[in-house]
C-alpha cells in the first residue's frame, strides 16, 4: 500500500509539472514595424487569426549633436484600414537608441519623456482616430549596465506624464542577469525571443534564432519579478557580402535566392551569375549570402524550451514579429495559428 501512494503521489507531482507549462488563455498579438503602409490582406490577417493587439511602432528615437533627440523612421499606416481594425488594439511602441542615454542628463530625459508622450498621443489623434488604443505604451530599447540608470529613469517619467502603463522589451540576458542589468520599473515586459546573436559575428550561427543559445539563457525555470509576455520572429533576411566584405541586409528567403545562387554549406550561397533585383541591387558571380530563416520546426522547438523554463501566466500575450505580407505568405494558417495554440497545449 505504502508503494503504491508512493508511486500516485509521483504521478500526481509529474501531472502538475506538466500541467504548469500549459497556459489556459494567451492574448495573440503581432508586431508592426514597417515605414510604408499597411496592406489590405495584412489587416485581414489579424482577424483571421483571432489577434486582439498590434504593437505598433509609431517612430524611432535618435540623437545627434546638432538636434540632440529628435524622432525618426516613423510608420505609416493607411487610414482606410483603420476603420477594420474594430477588434484589434493598439499599443504605441517607439524603439530608442540605447546611445542617446551616453549624451542626455535626468532634466534632458524628461523633456524627451514629455515629447514621446506629445507625439504619440498626436499619432493617436492623426493615423489611429477610428481605432481603439490600449491604455499602454510600450518602449523598445536595448539598454546597458552603463545606461540602465537614464533609462530606467526616463521610463518612470513617461508613465507619469503620460498616465498609462508602461510595458518594454526584455532581452535575454538582462532576463537571466537582472542583479547585473536592473529591473525596469514597468508593469510588463516582453521577452525578446530572437536576435540572439550579433549578425555578423558568427557565420554558423544563425543571429534569428539559434536553439543553442536560446538554452544558454533559459538555463533554470524562474520567475521574472514583472508579469512577462514573449515576442518571436517570424521573418527572416540575407546577409550579402562582396569579396567577403558585408554589403547589406536584404529582405529574401532561400526559394528567391537558389534562382541564381548555389548552396554551399548550412545557410551560405554563392551567386552563380551576374543577377539585377528590382533595379536596385546587383549581384555579382562570386558574391556570398547568408540567408537566416526561421521556419515552423525550429519555432515549436524554441516555444516548447520557453514553455518548460519560463514562468508564465494566463492571458500572457505571445507576440510574432511582424505583421508583413511576404512573412505570412511563408507560413500556412494552421502553422501561425499553431505558434499560439502550442502555449495552451
Not at 4 to 31: M, P, T, V
Not at 40 to 63: C, G, N, P, R
Not at 232 to 239: C, D, H, K, R, V
Amino acid at each position: 500500500m505504502k508503494k503504491a501512494g508512493f508511486l500516485g503521489l509521483i504521478s500526481i507531482l509529474l501531472f502538475s509539472c506538466n500541467q504548469s507549462d500549459k497556459l489556459a488563455h494567451i492574448n495573440r498579438a503581432f508586431y508592426y514595424w514597417k515605414s510604408d503602409y499597411t496592406e489590405t490582406s495584412e489587416v485581414a490577417a489579424l482577424q483571421k487569426y483571432q489577434t486582439h493587439t498590434l504593437y505598433v511602432k509609431y517612430f524611432e528615437i535618435d540623437y545627434s549633436e546638432a538636434m540632440g533627440n529628435y524622432p525618426l523612421d516613423k510608420t505609416q499606416v493607411g487610414r482606410y484600414d483603420n476603420q477594420q481594425l474594430d477588434s484589434v488594439s493598439i499599443v504605441p511602441t517607439i524603439y530608442i537608441k540605447n546611445e542617446i542615454f551616453k549624451f542626455n542628463k535626468k532634466h534632458d530625459l524628461v523633456k524627451l519623456a514629455d515629447n514621446i508622450v506629445y507625439l504619440i498621443d498626436k499619432y493617436n489623434k492623426e493615423k489611429f482616430k477610428n481605432t481603439t488604443i490600449a491604455s499602454e505604451i510600450q518602449v523598445d530599447c536595448d539598454w546597458t549596465k552603463s545606461t540602465k540608470e537614464n533609462y530606467f529613469y526616463l521610463l518612470q517619467k513617461i508613465k507619469e506624464l503620460s498616465k498609462r502603463n508602461i510595458s518594454c522589451t526584455l532581452r535575454l540576458y538582462p532576463y537571466k542577469y537582472p542583479e547585473i542589468m536592473g529591473t525596469p520599473p514597468v508593469d510588463r515586459v516582453m521577452l525578446m525571443c530572437y536576435n540572439l546573436v550579433k549578425p555578423l559575428t558568427d557565420g554558423n550561427k544563425n543571429s534569428i534564432l539559434d536553439l543553442k543559445e536560446l538554452e544558454s539563457y533559459l538555463t533554470v525555470k524562474k520567475e521574472y519579478p514583472i508579469p512577462m509576455d514573449i515576442a518571436l520572429p517570424m521573418y527572416s533576411w540575407t546577409q550579402w557580402y562582396q569579396n567577403n566584405h558585408f554589403s547589406g541586409l536584404l529582405t529574401m528567403g532561400s526559394k528567391e535566392i537558389q534562382s541564381f545562387a548555389k548552396p554551399v554549406k548550412p545557410m551560405w550561397y554563392e551567386v552563380t551569375k551576374d543577377t539585377s533585383m528590382n533595379y536596385e541591387t546587383y549581384f555579382r558571380k562570386g558574391d556570398q549570402l547568408k540567408c537566416e530563416e526561421v521556419d515552423t520546426k525550429l519555432l515549436l522547438e524554441a516555444i516548447n524550451l520557453i514553455k518548460k523554463k519560463v514562468v508564465l501566466h494566463d492571458e500572457c500575450t505571445i507576440a510574432l514579429f511582424h505583421l508583413d505580407q511576404s512573412i505570412l505568405n511563408q507560413f500556412t494558417h494552421e502553422e501561425i495559428n499553431g505558434f499560439y495554440t502550442a502555449f495552451t497545449k
